[in-house]
């Protein structure tokens, strides 16, 4: 994105929850640029619906604060001001559960009038939603007889249907089939290309991928990476070697290992404390994290096989680079910065 263009909507500074004693999330720092799709990822538990029920007033931090754009300056959401600060944005945070006897068209109605939608463009803007989602013969049947991914679509539009600026989508493909994903997907790229700002949650890595201009990583309440996805990815170039002996291992695998990082961390071209070497005891598949270079890739091999270690396969699997940059930093977060 151009430096110029940069324009911040929403941001988060130091938002913190507890429940009890436990930080749901802790110290997350996030901006939302004009324009852009911020994917907001994490597994299950990090985080993303309690830092999105913060950004929505529904919960209150028991530190930092949510600064949202409105009349040229961003202003500091509070119980005073949340409406006016609310009304350009669209949430969806928990799919609703809808009353099975109503229609979209009731649904969308009421959605759009709590928002202040302006009455005679209604019935249009009803149509136009639908449209998006390409479910407008639908608009008067009953919900009660949809199936869950159409209704996880009547949630995604009512988010929307008084037509803000701003959209904040939680996990709104969970729970849908791959075709239904999809239709999610392109419906967030159009959201983009008409102009809206999208921050948009998920576990799954793909969906996010597929999508976002940046990645904001949440694991254990913490973001861990905020970056484009081009940098992420080429962070990401960092790889992991598979391999598998031949030779029967004597030792514990603990003094395995031991012995191995003592001659292979030093070719990995990553810093000792970053380097890790992991055993997985049902492949029986060694891993090595490593720069990604294909010289270093070599070096190791050769000086394995120098030493005496008899390679059954040796393989870089490319696929999911990002998935290993995934794992790799919810792991070493696990670890408290750094694996032994
Ligand atoms: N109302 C609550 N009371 C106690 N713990 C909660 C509550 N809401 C969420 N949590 C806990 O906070 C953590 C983060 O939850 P959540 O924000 O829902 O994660 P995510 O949306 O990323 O799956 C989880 O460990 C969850 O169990
Ligand atoms: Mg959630």
Redesign the pocket.
């Known amino acids: 994105m151009n430096k110029k263009n940069q324009e911040i909507l929403i941001q988060v500074k130091n938002l913190t929850?507890k429940?009890?004693n436990?930080y749901?999330?802790k110290g997350v720092n996030l901006e939302i640029q004009r324009g852009e799709i911020v994917g907001f990822l994490?597994?299950?538990?990090?985080?993303?619906?309690?830092?999105?029920?913060m950004m929505a007033h529904l919960?209150k931090p028991n530190e930092g604060e949510v600064l949202i754009r409105a009349n040229g300056d961003l202003q500091k959401l509070s119980n005073r001001n949340k409406d006016f600060l609310l009304d350009n944005i669209g949430f969806l945070i928990e799919i609703p559960a809808f009353y099975g006897k109503v229609t979209p068209k009731v649904i969308l109605k009421y959605f759009a009038k709590l928002k202040g939608y302006p009455r005679k463009k209604l019935n249009e803007r009803i149509d136009t939603v639908l449209k998006m989602i390409g479910m407008l013969e639908w608009k008067d049947k009953k919900i009660g007889t949809f199936s869950k991914g159409m209704k996880q679509k009547i949630g995604i539009v009512s988010a929307i249907v008084h037509d803000p600026d701003i959209i904040v989508l939680?996990?709104p493909q969970t729970g849908l089939d791959p075709a239904a994903r999809k239709e999610v997907r392109d419906f967030i790229m159009n959201l983009k290309k008409i102009g809206k700002t999208v921050f948009l949650?998920s576990?799954l890595l793909y969906e996010i991928s597929e999508v976002a201009d940046r990645i904001a990583i949440?694991h254990h309440?913490k973001i861990i990476a905020f970056d484009t996805l081009d940098n992420l990815e080429g962070k990401a170039m960092k790889s992991v070697i598979h391999f598998e002996l031949l030779n029967s291992i004597e030792s514990s695998i603990e003094e395995f290992i031991k012995q191995l990082k003592t001659i292979i961390v030093p070719l990995t071209g990553i810093a000792e404390e970053e380097s890790w070497i992991t055993y997985d005891d049902d492949s029986k598949v060694f891993q090595v994290f490593f720069n990604g270079n294909p010289k270093n890739q070599t070096e190791i091999l050769r000086t394995l096989l120098n030493n005496g270690y008899e390679i059954l396969e040796y393989s870089v699997p490319k696929a999911g680079l990002l998935e290993n940059l995934f794992i790799e930093l919810t792991r070493t977060n696990e670890l408290g910065g750094v694996s032994k």
Do not use: C, Q, R, Y
């Not at 994490?42 to 029920?53: D, E, H, I, S």
């Open positions: 929850k429940f009890g436990f749901a999330v994490g597994p299950n538990g990090a985080g993303k619906t309690t830092t999105m029920k919960l939680d996990e949650s576990h949440i309440g």
